[in-house]
T-cell receptor, first 115, second 111 residues
C-alpha cells in the first residue's frame, strides 16, 4: 500500500470555526509533512514530523496547529483562519532521516476555503 | 538552498520524446537533483533523482551535465497522462527532509 489518504477532500469554514484536516499512511513511514499550495503556485512546506515529534515548523502562524498522534496519523487543527489561508493542503510521508533518496509520497490534498 | 530555473511551460506531441531542462548553476557538491511532477488535481509524485551520473527508471531518464550546473528530465514517449507541472528540486543532505519546490514547468501534451 503506497497511498497517503487525506480527509476531507473539500472543506469550507468560517473565520470563527475550528476544524481539523486528517492524513493517514500505512507504509511504515516515520516522517510526515504538511504543505500548503495556493492556486498556480508550488507547494510550500509548513511542518515536518519525524518519529512523531515536530522537527520543522516553517514559521507557520499559530492558527495552524499540527498533531501527530501516532506513526500513521497526522492532523492539522485549524482555528480562526483568514480568507488568505484558502489553499490546497497537502500531506506527505517518507522514510525518516536525512537520506536524500527518501522520496516523499503525497496525498491528493484537502481543498480549504475560508469565508 | 541552491536555486533552480525552469521554463514556465513546454509543449509536446503524444508519443514523442520530451526534454525538460533545469538550470542550477549554484549547485553544491552535496546537492542531489530530484524531479517531482504534479498531475492536475493530485499531489506531487516522485519521478527520479540523481547526483552525478545519468539515471534511468521506469518513468523517465535524468541526464546530468558534467559540471552539474544543469540537468534534463527525459520522457521517452510522452502520453496525455504525462501532462503535469514538473518540478526540479535540489536536495541537500544537511537540509534533512525538506523539499523546496520552485515554480516548475507546465508540460502540455498534444494528441
Amino acid at each position: 500500500d503506497t497511498e497517503v489518504t487525506q480527509t476531507p477532500k473539500h472543506l469550507v469554514m468560517g473565520m470563527t470555526n475550528k476544524k481539523s484536516l486528517k492524513c493517514e499512511q500505512h507504509m511504515g513511514h516515520r516522517a510526515m509533512y504538511w504543505y500548503k499550495q495556493k492556486a498556480k503556485k508550488p507547494p510550500e512546506l509548513m511542518f515536518v514530523y519525524s518519529y512523531e515529534k515536530l522537527s520543522i515548523n516553517e514559521s507557520v502562524p499559530s492558527r495552524f496547529s499540527p498533531e501527530c498522534p501516532n506513526s500513521s496519523l497526522l492532523n492539522l487543527h485549524l482555528h480562526a483562519l483568514q480568507p488568505e489561508d484558502s489553499a490546497l493542503y497537502l500531506c506527505a510521508s517518507s522514510l525518516p532521516g536525512t537520506g536524500t533518496y527518501n522520496e516523499q509520497f503525497f496525498g491528493p490534498g484537502t481543498r480549504l476555503t475560508v469565508l | 538552498d541552491a536555486k533552480t530555473t525552469q521554463p514556465n511551460s513546454m509543449e509536446s506531441n503524444e508519443e514523442e520524446p520530451v526534454h525538460l531542462p533545469c538550470n542550477h548553476s549554484t549547485i553544491s557538491g552535496t546537492d542531489y537533483i530530484h524531479w517531482y511532477r504534479q498531475l492536475p488535481s493530485q499531489g506531487p509524485e516522485y519521478v527520479i533523482h540523481g547526483l552525478t551520473s545519468n539515471v534511468n527508471n521506469r518513468m523517465a531518464s535524468l541526464a546530468i551535465a558534467e559540471d552539474r550546473k544543469s540537468s534534463t528530465l527525459i520522457l521517452h514517449r510522452a502520453t496525455l497522462r504525462d501532462a503535469a507541472v514538473y518540478y526540479c528540486i535540489l536536495r541537500r543532505e544537511t537540509s534533512g527532509s525538506r523539499l523546496t519546490f520552485g515554480e516548475g514547468t507546465q508540460l502540455t501534451v498534444n494528441p
